[in-house]
């Protein structure tokens, strides 16, 4: 079932709620309460990996999510002339107010016109401050506040819970415009629809084509068949990681390439196991360049169709993976916050030295920077660089040690495994034009 988060404050939450439970066999409702409508923009970025499909109470918080939601449809009710007569019809009938003397926040001119013209209501010079933006409550609060003050209103009118509790706090007469049960209970049918697409979506079939470039001139001596196993074998590893990751399954069809089997449910499901982090990993294994081409689609062949024409538009950018969707749309090159980069050389001379002297190469301490970047920390310790450059934790000891005998990187200290075994040293690199 669909994953609804349902944002707004407490009065409106508990009617979506309420009326959402009619559809409680088709969709999960994940309510979000705020006391303030700036705090719809936390709220999205700390639950979004929890929901499918969000649904707002009003275009306030809306308006602030929306700068915030990355690839969730989101719904909001908007004002209509139901939720406008309703309150019309209280305040000129049952309380006797002109609306002539009456300030309106959220509603539009022309929508405001055409109520007052279905309902045979006059008022030539209505104040109006309509939604073109959002605006923070104490905006809207001034606005109504100003005109009462000047005696060129007696009431108002607004779509705001925060804007109603302030001016009923401040004694001014406030009415709110408050959706019905039937208005929510249509944006809940369409919710539905929403997730029915959503749930096809997922269950189409992803293929992601892997392919590394000229892996063979990375071994010194292109004859020795051995190393290019060892390093085949790993490079299998990386890919089998991954994969699993993502419960997928793959085939290795060729000279370092590959093909990943999955469906876009589980691969879209695991952002933290995006596609870059593997190919960061190829490239820091290999010394080479790879490229990904990911395709969707509703049957394994127009899935590998689109994540051939995908892998084709990925060879010409540097490290790339590129999304081809079931309807034929491109994405890419796809990114992660904490991309991996190095490079193959340094302008640093004394640092060119000191790594002669090490009997470490530019490339390799590179790398190790970059790692240490990638992982958001200020230390780096032999298993880290073992995981991720692909080498035997008793290599990366060693070149960790050779770099801090020649003060490249300094020993601050050491790490207790979680399991048996001895301490893990754990080292910090010098800043230096490399590492700033």
């Given at each position: 079932?669909?994953?609804?988060g349902?944002?707004?404050?407490?009065?409106?939450?508990?009617?979506?709620?309420?009326?959402?439970?009619?559809?409680?066999?088709?969709m999960t409702?994940?309510?979000?309460?705020?006391?303030?409508?700036?705090?719809?923009a936390?709220?999205?970025t700390?639950n979004?990996m929890?929901?499918?499909?969000?649904?707002?109470?009003?275009?306030?918080?809306?308006?602030?999510a929306?700068?915030?939601i990355?690839?969730?449809?989101?719904?909001?009710?908007?004002i209509?002339a139901?939720?406008?007569?309703?309150?019309?019809?209280e305040m000129?009938y049952?309380?006797?107010?002109?609306?002539?003397?009456?300030?309106?926040?959220?509603?539009?001119?022309?929508?405001?016109?055409?109520?007052?013209?279905?309902?045979?209501?006059?008022?030539?010079?209505?104040?109006?401050?309509?939604?073109q933006?959002?605006?923070?409550t104490?905006?809207?609060?001034d606005y109504?506040?100003?005109?009462?003050?000047?005696?060129k209103?007696?009431?108002?009118?607004?779509?705001?819970?925060?804007?109603?509790?302030?001016l009923?706090r401040?004694?001014?007469?406030?009415?709110?415009?408050?959706?019905?049960r039937?208005?929510f209970?249509?944006?809940?049918k369409?919710?539905l629809q929403?997730g029915?697409?959503?749930?096809?979506?997922r269950?189409?079939i992803?293929?992601q084509?892997?392919?590394?470039?000229?892996?063979?001139k990375?071994?010194?001596e292109?004859?020795?068949?051995?190393?290019?196993?060892?390093?085949?074998?790993?490079?299998?590893?990386?890919?089998?990681?991954y994969?699993?990751?993502?419960?997928?399954s793959?085939?290795a069809v060729?000279?370092?390439?590959?093909?990943?089997?999955?469906t876009?449910?589980?691969?879209?499901d695991n952002?933290?196991?995006?596609?870059t982090?593997?190919?960061?990993?190829?490239?820091?294994?290999?010394?080479?360049?790879?490229?990904?081409?990911?395709?969707?689609g509703v049957t394994?062949?127009?899935?590998?169709r689109?994540?051939q024409?995908?892998?084709g538009?990925?060879?010409?950018?540097?490290?790339?993976?590129i999304l081809?969707?079931?309807?034929?749309?491109?994405?890419?090159p796809?990114?992660?916050t904490?991309?991996?980069?190095?490079?193959?050389?340094?302008?640093?001379?004394?640092?060119?030295?000191?790594l002669?002297?090490a009997?470490?190469?530019?490339t390799?301490?590179?790398?190790?920077?970059?790692?240490?970047?990638?992982?958001g920390?200020?230390y780096i310790?032999?298993?880290?660089i073992?995981?991720w450059i692909?080498?035997?934790?008793?290599?990366?000891?060693?070149?960790?040690?050779?770099?801090?005998?020649?003060?490249?990187i300094?020993?601050?200290?050491?790490?207790?495994?979680?399991?048996?075994g001895?301490?893990?040293k754990?080292?910090?690199?010098?800043?230096?034009?490399?590492?700033?």
């Amino acid at each position: 079932m669909s994953k609804v988060g349902i944002v707004g404050p407490k009065d409106s939450v508990e009617l979506m709620v309420a009326v959402g439970r009619e559809f409680s066999d088709r969709m999960t409702l994940i309510p979000h309460i705020y006391q303030r409508v700036e705090e719809v923009a936390t709220i999205v970025t700390e639950n979004e990996m929890e929901i499918d499909i969000w649904f707002f109470s009003g275009v306030g918080p809306y308006s602030i999510a929306k700068e915030h939601i990355r690839k969730q449809k989101a719904f909001f009710p908007q004002i209509n002339a139901s939720v406008l007569t309703k309150v019309l019809l209280e305040m000129v009938y049952r309380d006797g107010f002109t609306l002539d003397r009456v300030s309106f926040d959220t509603v539009s001119e022309a929508h405001f016109r055409e109520t007052l013209e279905e309902l045979g209501m006059q008022c030539e010079n209505p104040y109006l401050n309509p939604y073109q933006e959002f605006r923070l409550t104490a905006h809207l609060v001034d606005y109504h506040t100003r005109l009462i003050q000047e005696g060129k209103v007696d009431a108002c009118v607004t779509g705001m819970l925060s804007v109603t509790e302030e001016l009923k706090r401040r004694g001014i007469k406030v009415y709110r415009m408050g959706f019905t049960r039937l208005t929510f209970r249509e944006i809940f049918k369409q919710i539905l629809q929403e997730g029915e697409t959503l749930h096809f979506k997922r269950s189409q079939i992803a293929v992601q084509l892997i392919e590394v470039t000229d892996i063979e001139k990375l071994v010194n001596e292109p004859a020795n068949a051995y190393e290019l196993r060892r390093l085949d074998l790993k490079l299998q590893e990386l890919v089998l990681d991954y994969t699993e990751s993502i419960s997928g399954s793959f085939v290795a069809v060729g000279n370092s390439k590959f093909i990943i089997f999955s469906t876009r449910g589980s691969f879209e499901d695991n952002p933290e196991f995006h596609p870059t982090i593997l190919l960061e990993k190829i490239k820091l294994l290999t010394n080479s360049h790879a490229s990904m081409g990911i395709g969707f689609g509703v049957t394994a062949l127009s899935a590998e169709r689109n994540a051939q024409l995908a892998l084709g538009h990925a060879k010409n950018h540097r490290d790339a993976a590129i999304l081809v969707d079931h309807d034929g749309s491109i994405e890419g090159p796809l990114r992660q916050t904490n991309s991996i980069s190095y490079e193959y050389w340094t302008q640093d001379k004394e640092m060119s030295e000191n790594l002669k002297k090490a009997g470490v190469s530019i490339t390799t301490f590179n790398k190790i920077i970059s790692v240490q970047k990638a992982l958001g920390q200020k230390y780096i310790s032999a298993s880290m660089i073992a995981e991720w450059i692909g080498m035997t934790p008793r290599n990366a000891r060693r070149i960790l040690s050779d770099l801090a005998e020649h003060n490249i990187i300094e020993l601050i200290g050491e790490e207790t495994p979680t399991n048996r075994g001895r301490p893990r040293k754990i080292y910090r690199i010098l800043p230096s034009p490399q590492t700033t």
